[in-house]
């Protein structure tokens, strides 16, 4: 029976299937209590005894590196943070992966001072810090002549842009030049925010996109380019946000900060004038200047060498999506066939004025489809309905191609590419920044991409974690049997790799003229439903599938699918584009342009001429665009070998409350969060070898009582010996602790034991 006395920490059962942290009072009558951490008073009897365990000491206060705690579970994980957070402590180490709380406040942690007390410091060395993180990253690139990688995950709102942009700031501080390239790539920041962030309810700045920045340095160390990839952007948004959500910052800033005269020229009013704008209900941000914001976005596009006339000309496009998003569509019926008009508006009249294009030719290729029948080219109209489809699919297209745009514009400015003949092997340190696991009340194709992602990156890091844990067990010379641990290469065979996989699945249906998504869910049910991974409809009129992934199970609508995955524009829209005399617009559109311009064989001198509105050469040109799946998939896979070459470090945020509120900890989400970022993973992983350890004198400081020292005296032998002494004789198999060369290593229930002992 365990004994307990008034300020004794033990764990009791709380709701939430995770034991919670309590300590033990006094009442007014001399009667034992118990406060747990949330204040809540329970009560020691006969029924509740037995399910009250002792707490180890180390999570009385919390520790700085939890792989120290003696609860090594995910109850210790938990109130390890809990504790530190409330004493304004964000960031924890578990080994060498660093755990971010987001404080929801600004912190007096990331001055000049803290760079220069993190630089070229041990991990370890001093308390947890992004910095720390930020400055082994350099160093270990420095010294082993490797190229290092972090990183950086969670779900939205967890801190991940600012840990990005924290490590950024100390790499660009440490490189020591304070040179142009450096300030070029730190005012990268401001553009891709403005264009692929938005706010949401979980965060006011959310990265609707994923992003790997690869920064190169001479062989001295200094900062000399870099290049970002970009993936997944959040096109839908675009058009739909959800209530309470805002577009692209971009927008906002645009009508609050332009000059009245330039929002004249653009036919601009204020942002509650837009459909595109008002969808959420909600135009403004709290805690946002657009004005400010707006006047920074500025800067740092000249600063990215962006012109005067590009920053006009991206404008005109930004103006025309909002005028685009105001058009009314009438439905008509015309030879018995539904079809629709456009409501004569100013709106109208400006998008075809700013996309620089015919307005009859905008209005046919708004409401009309043209297609190819095996004979000629139809022409068939387009119910209101479907017109307003096709002009938002258009309006995502503009957005899309105009990021991608903007994001090679700025390679364009902090790329330097290795000249031909440089015999130096660039270093570089790699951050990537990614969106987390998601699960919402409704999950679409978006979700599934986001969650293949995870699942690779959730591979990549169990690998490199067990492969952590048996380089200690060889430094400490502990001959083990291999561990078998929870993998989730399984998923991603179901998901991606083995032949008739789910994604390929989507895009042999995509590729079908007459696939649907019905037709889509039937292949997937055959092929995958006896399954464990699969979980097929309940029944034949339900749309929802399941996938069994590493953070639990996720329930997708498979309405949509095949739409998002084409990713297509008509083949009318393309030939609206090639007749604008837009530069910009023409340039964002250059590849499905390029297809059906001319073609030129090997011999300059043997030019075929096709005509460039050929409807059957772009429908041919249609069906070679590579699906969303694909192109995703592919640059996936190059993060994949990239990341792989590299030495990695994990950066893993976490949401503390879903308020955005300082000082405030939900539990529940943060024990779903802890599970989702592979942190159980590596308790998982610790608890099938020997995840107890002890230097030897912390061992024998603590269980000194349990040595005989008839056996053993500590005053002629070697620590070492003695701490063999005391498990021989309290331990009954030599499987349950192994001597290292510097530490002892315990199984969990081996350090229970050694516990009850000595209490």
Request: contains cysteine; charged residues 25%.
């Amino acid at each position: 029976m365990l004994h307990l006395s008034k300020g004794d920490f033990v764990w009791v059962d709380s709701g939430i299937g995770v034991p919670i942290g309590a300590e033990v009072q006094l009442t007014d009558t001399g009667q034992l209590q118990l406060i747990d951490d949330e204040g809540m008073e329970h009560k020691v009897n006969k029924k509740t005894e037995g399910t009250i365990r002792p707490m180890h000491p180390t999570s009385v206060n919390g520790v700085e590196d939890m792989i120290r705690l003696g609860d090594l579970n995910e109850a210790g994980l938990l109130r390890n943070l809990l504790v530190r957070h409330k004493e304004g402590l964000i960031y924890t180490y578990t080994g060498s992966i660093l755990v971010a709380v987001n404080p929801y406040q600004l912190l007096p942690i990331y001055t000049t001072e803290c760079v220069h007390m993190y630089t070229d410091r041990r991990l370890g060395e001093l308390p947890p810090h992004v910095f720390a993180i930020a400055d082994s990253c350099f160093f270990n690139m420095r010294r082993k002549q490797k190229n290092q990688c972090c990183v950086i995950s969670g779900e939205s709102g967890a801190g991940k842009t600012e840990s990005t942009k924290l490590m950024l700031q100390f790499l660009a501080a440490v490189s020591g030049q304070h040179s142009w390239i450096e300030q070029q790539i730190l005012e990268a920041n401001p553009i891709l925010e403005a264009f692929g962030n938005a706010k949401t309810i979980r965060n006011d700045n959310s990265s609707r996109f994923g992003k790997y920045i690869d920064i190169n340095f001479t062989k001295g160390g200094a900062i000399e380019g870099a290049r970002i990839e970009q993936y997944l952007l959040e096109k839908s948004r675009v058009c739909r946000q959800a209530p309470g959500e805002r577009n692209y910052h971009i927008f906002y800033y645009m009508l609050m900060g332009m000059s009245a005269e330039q929002k004249k020229v653009l036919s601009l009013g204020n942002a509650a004038q837009y459909n595109y704008l008002t969808m959420g209900n909600c135009t403004n941000c709290e805690g946002r200047d657009d004005v400010e914001e707006y006047a920074h976005f500025r800067s740092a596009l000249k600063i990215l060498m962006f012109t005067e006339n590009d920053s006009w000309e991206i404008s005109k496009l930004l103006a025309a999506l909002l005028h685009l998003g105001n058009l009314d569509f009438e439905g008509t019926i015309m030879n018995n066939l539904e079809g629709c008009n456009i409501l004569t508006s100013s709106h109208f009249n400006m998008t075809s004025q700013l996309l620089e294009v015919d307005s009859k030719a905008l209005e046919k290729s708004l409401t009309q489809r043209s297609f190819m029948t095996a004979k000629e080219s139809v022409t068939k109209p387009l119910t209101s309905a479907q017109a307003v489809d096709g002009r938002d699919a258009f309006v995502k297209a503009i957005y899309g191609r105009l990021f991608i745009w903007v994001v090679d514009k700025i390679n364009a400015a902090i790329f330097k590419p290795s000249p031909e003949d440089s015999k130096d092997v660039r270093q570089s340190i790699g951050l990537l920044d990614i969106f987390g696991f998601e699960n919402f009340k409704k999950n679409s194709f978006e979700q599934l991409c986001i969650n293949y992602a995870n699942e690779q990156l959730q591979q990549f890091f169990v690998k490199h974690v067990f492969k952590l844990e048996q380089e200690e067990y060889a430094r400490e010379g502990i001959v083990w049997k291999h561990i078998d641990y929870i993998d989730n290469q399984h998923t991603l065979d179901v998901l991606a790799s083995k032949p008739l996989n789910m994604l390929a699945l989507i895009d042999e249906e995509s590729n079908f003229p007459k696939g649907t998504d019905t037709t889509m869910l039937q292949k997937m049910n055959q092929v995958h439903g006896k399954g464990d991974i699969y979980i097929p409809p309940k029944s034949n009129y339900e749309t929802e599938f399941g996938i069994q992934h590493f953070a639990g199970v996720v329930y997708y609508d498979s309405k949509g699918f095949l739409e998002k995955n084409r990713d297509a524009l008509s083949t009318d829209l393309i030939q609206l584009v090639e007749t604008s005399t837009n530069k910009l617009l023409k340039q964002i559109f250059h590849n499905e342009l390029s297809s059906s311009a001319t073609k030129t064989s090997v011999n300059p001198k043997m030019i075929i001429n096709t005509p460039k509105n050929s409807l059957r050469q772009m429908a041919d040109a249609k069906k070679r665009v590579p699906t969303l799946t694909g192109q995703f998939r592919q640059s996936l896979d190059s993060l994949m070998k990239m990341l792989t070459v590299c030495q990695p470090y994990f950066i893993r945020c976490i949401k503390p409350n879903e308020f955005k509120k300082p000082l405030l900890f939900d539990r529940e989400l943060c024990m779903r969060q802890l599970r989702y970022s592979g942190m159980m993973e590596t308790i998982k992983i610790r608890k099938a070898g020997y995840p107890v350890r002890y230097t030897f004198d912390e061992f024998l400081d603590r269980y000194r009582v349990l040595l005989k020292t008839s056996l053993c005296d500590p005053k002629t032998e070697s620590n070492e010996k003695c701490c063999e002494s005391i498990c021989e004789s309290v331990l009954a198999g030599e499987g349950d602790w192994k001597t290292g060369k510097t530490k002892i290593f315990l199984k969990r229930t081996s350090m229970t034991l050694c516990w009850s002992w000595s209490e």
